[in-house]
């Protein structure tokens, strides 16, 4: 039996704020080691000359995560100057620790040569191993040791930026991938909660209207009126089928296929007038200033609408409806109003159709207000403004 992975030593990731104090005790103790091989060393300069070079060379390393360049600039000026007066070869390792956050944080050139430099370091730090070790330090130490040193710490800090992106692509990928099997597992409950329902629905509507057309002769009393309304369920039943598969492909596919009918939008607001006229609801339409509207504005004018049309039906009917879908340059206008009983929904209770036209709105950065008139009736009145996100 394999034996359990220990625990990381890092189980969380670390903050900025400590990954800055991490660095700053880092720089904090090859400080004082710089400055011990210093004072061991006979140098010709005074004491606080000294400190304040070796200083110079490892302090500002504690900020590198902050201004990564700057602190390689200023930490590599005062490693070579500590270079040229014998303090030791151990400074170039300081400049190596700020390039690596150079190299890390700085967006990479489509010339960059990364693998010449990686192949030049890997020859310098054969070449230097070959060649063992020396007495003495300075200007042969720069070339010799330098070159090597700092690009395997530009190598470094370029291989660990491609790992990251390489992680937050894979990252993104993964995630794509769970927002699709979770749109196919949507697509497949409703398709079977509601599709069958409605299926079902649009079949016994039928075969009740027929069956009743069979035993009466004319459309004249309430047997007329019974048939009329099994038409209604049938034919609304159908149309919310159609729409709804139309809905299930595109949660099964991210593809637009030409042969899938297209989203309801504006154009199809006559349409939602015949339909509510055989329930019932006479709908007095004006649209006029909307062209060239985004298609998913189109679409939540269109739905807002719809469900507003609904209401009446659904609470009002036999009614007399209103429509009006205006706009101008700034904004688009949406009002619907009917003669029905305007108490239907109780105040500060609103029902889920006026919640989802309420989102509709708001996705645009719009406002809607639902309520009963003064003078009688519902009145449900939108604003949305014309220049808001296509896809929010």
């Known amino acids: 039996m394999r034996d359990p992975d220990p625990p990381p030593v890092f189980p969380r990731r670390l903050s900025r704020g400590r990954l800055i104090a991490l660095d700053a005790v880092a720089a904090a103790g090859a400080t004082l080691v710089l400055l011990g091989i210093a004072m061991a060393r006979p140098v010709?300069?005074?004491?606080?000359?000294?400190?304040?070079?070796?200083?110079?060379?490892?302090?500002?390393?504690?900020?590198?995560?902050?201004?990564?360049?700057p602190v390689f600039g200023l930490v590599l000026a005062a490693s070579v100057t500590a270079m040229f007066l014998g303090i030791g070869w151990n400074a170039l390792f300081l400049p190596a620790f700020a390039l690596y956050m150079v190299a890390l944080t700085e967006r990479r050139h489509p010339r960059e040569p990364t693998l010449v430099i990686a192949g030049i370091s890997a020859f310098g730090v054969l070449m230097g191993t070959m060649a063992g070790p020396r007495d003495g330090a300075g200007t042969v130490d720069l070339f010799l040791i330098g070159p090597p040193v700092l690009g395997g710490a530009w190598t470094i800090g370029r291989a660990v930026r491609e790992r990251r992106a390489y992680a937050a692509r894979a990252a993104e990928q993964l995630a794509d991938r769970a927002v699709t099997e979770e749109r196919l597992r949507i697509a497949r409950e409703l398709h079977d909660v509601v599709s069958h329902t409605l299926s079902l629905i649009g079949v016994k509507a039928g075969v009740a209207g027929y069956v009743l057309r069979s035993r009466t002769t004319g459309d004249a009393g309430p047997d007329g009126e019974v048939s009329d309304a099994l038409r209604v369920i049938e034919t609304t039943s159908r149309d919310a089928l159609v729409e709804m598969r139309h809905m299930l492909g595109m949660l099964r596919s991210d593809d637009t296929s030409p042969d899938l009918r297209p989203a309801p939008d504006l154009?199809?607001?006559?349409?939602?007038?015949?339909?509510?006229?055989?329930?019932?609801?006479?709908?007095?339409?004006?649209?006029h200033g909307v062209d060239g509207?985004?298609?998913?504005?189109?679409?939540?004018?269109?739905?807002?609408?719809?469900e507003a049309v609904t209401n009446v039906v659904r609470h009002a009917a036999p009614a007399h409806c209103r429509v009006m879908v205006e706009g101008d340059a700034k904004e688009v206008r949406i009002r619907v109003t009917d003669?029905?009983?305007?108490?239907?929904?109780?105040?500060?209770?609103?029902?889920?159709?006026?919640?989802?036209m309420r989102e509709r709105a708001h996705m645009y950065g719009g406002t809607l207000t639902a309520g009963p008139r003064p003078e009688g009736g519902f009145e449900v009145s939108a604003r949305l403004p014309r220049h808001a996100s296509e896809d929010p």
């Open 293 to 306: 509207l985004p298609e998913g504005m189109g679409r939540s004018v269109y739905r807002i609408v719809q």
């Open 339 to 356: 003669d029905g009983p305007g108490d239907r929904v109780l105040p500060g209770s609103p029902g889920h159709g006026i919640i989802g």
């Open 267 to 287: 154009a199809g607001l006559p349409e939602l007038r015949e339909r509510a006229a055989t329930a019932g609801v006479r709908v007095d339409l004006t649209v």
């Open 44 to 69: 010709e300069l005074p004491v606080w000359a000294t400190c304040l070079l070796v200083g110079t060379v490892g302090l500002p390393v504690a900020v590198r995560r902050l201004w990564p360049l």
